[in-house]
């Protein structure tokens, strides 16, 4: 049986390949005798090709890139879940419809940036308790437990990074 290797070959000139017998197949073991083929790769290809090689790259991709901030971001959303989901399931807002987690409305409600939502979240602002340690005055903050600055900011990492996807279907786990 002849199967076929493939072997790229820089000195034959760009684009091409070449293509050896098996040495299974009996001929002989000298590089002489060995049957060539160049293989050019038309221009037609290379289009399609790079479509492929950049679609599928990570360049583009917007998904965390590292493990450390990925644990950020389920740590985010493990708060998210315990805090936050009550008035702003799915990135609404129950109570005052105009202040969504939604990019359209952060950006029109100026807390479109992950500092802006810390702050919102640490002070609290309208209807919104804040959550912050040393939240201020009384009245403006929640009357439930308090939450650490790390955790507001994973909570603030959390949110942006769902707004800028608009709050797709996602996975919480419980910690």
């Not at 072997?7 to 005798?33: F, H, T, W, Y």
């Not at 879940?81 to 409600?109: E, V």
């Amino acid at each position: 049986m002849w199967i076929p290797s493939v072997m790229s070959c820089c000195s034959d000139g760009p684009n091409s390949l070449l293509i050896k017998g098996n040495e299974r197949r009996g001929e002989s073991q000298n590089p002489v005798a060995l049957k060539k083929k160049e293989v050019k790769f038309g221009k037609s290809l290379a289009l399609p090709l790079m479509a492929a090689i950049v679609a599928l790259s990570p360049i583009g991709n917007s998904t965390p890139v590292s493990l450390g901030q990925t644990l950020d971001i389920q740590k985010g959303a493990s708060l998210f879940s315990r805090t936050c989901i009550g008035c702003h399931d799915a990135g609404g807002n129950i109570i005052q419809p105009g202040a969504t987690l939604f990019t359209k409305d952060l950006q029109r409600n100026g807390v479109d940036t992950e500092e802006e939502i810390y702050r919102i979240t640490y002070f609290g602002k309208g209807r919104m308790p804040g959550f912050g340690e040393n939240c201020t005055p009384r009245g403006q903050c929640t009357f439930g437990a308090r939450l650490q600055d790390e955790e507001i900011k994973f909570l603030a990492q959390f949110v942006k990074s769902q707004a800028d996807q608009g709050w797709p279907n996602i996975e919480i786990s419980q910690e």
